[in-house]
Each structure stands twice: as C-alpha cells, then as structure tokens.
C-alpha cells in the first residue's frame, strides 16, 4: 500500500506541476496577444492623429490663402462685341439651339 500511495502521490504532484506549467503557458500567450492588440489600437492611434493634423493643417491652408476672384480684362474687342450685340445675339442662338434639342424648358 505505501508504495501505491507514493506513486499516487507522485503522480499528483506531477499533474500539479503539468497544470501550473499549462497555466504559466497560456498567461504568456495572453499576454503576448494582449501585447499584440495593444500595440495595434496604438498604431491605429498614432494614425488617425496624423490622418487629424493633416486634415487640420489643410484647413489653415484653405482659410489662409483669399479666394482669388479672376479679374476679366477689357480689350477693346470685347467692348467693341459689346456694343454691337453680337455676343447677346450669340447667347440667344444657343438658347435657341438649347431649347429644340429639350435641354432648356
């Protein structure tokens, strides 16, 4: 009987020792996966902090620089087309070619 119950208790003591190495294991791979995740929702982070400044150093931009109005010169051949109508002629044209084809009610 004592010899049954030392190898009784042997084979305990290695099955502890079995659990507690399966334990240590599996606490690593958690951690290793939580040291995975974490490392990636930082990534993630430190990217849509840049993706922001951009976005933000884009905006000063736009705000800084003045809307730039195209100023339209006055040759004399555009007065001179003025004041002959030919240009309203030529838009009532278009209007009238507009209108044939459906394009304006």
């Known amino acids: 009987m004592s010899k049954t119950c030392k190898t009784v208790e042997n084979l305990r003591d290695k099955v502890r020792e ?6 240590r294991k599996q606490s690593k791979i ?11 929702v930082e990534n993630l982070r430190d990217k849509v ?7 933000k150093r884009k905006q000063s931009k736009i705000e800084e620089t003045p809307k730039q109005l195209k100023k339209v010169e006055s040759s004399p051949e555009n007065v001179q087309n003025s ?5 309203i002629d030529r838009n009532r044209k278009k209007t009238q070619r507009s209108r044939k084809k459906g394009r304006i009610i």
């Not at 079995?18 to 334990?23: G, P, R």
């Not at 004041?83 to 240009?87: A, E, F, K, V, W």
């Open 30 to 40: 958690e951690e290793t996966n939580m040291s995975k995740t974490c490392k990636t």
């Open 83 to 87: 004041m002959t109508g030919h240009n």
């Open 49 to 55: 902090r840049e993706k922001s400044t951009q976005v």
């Open 18 to 23: 079995k659990s507690t190495q399966v334990k």
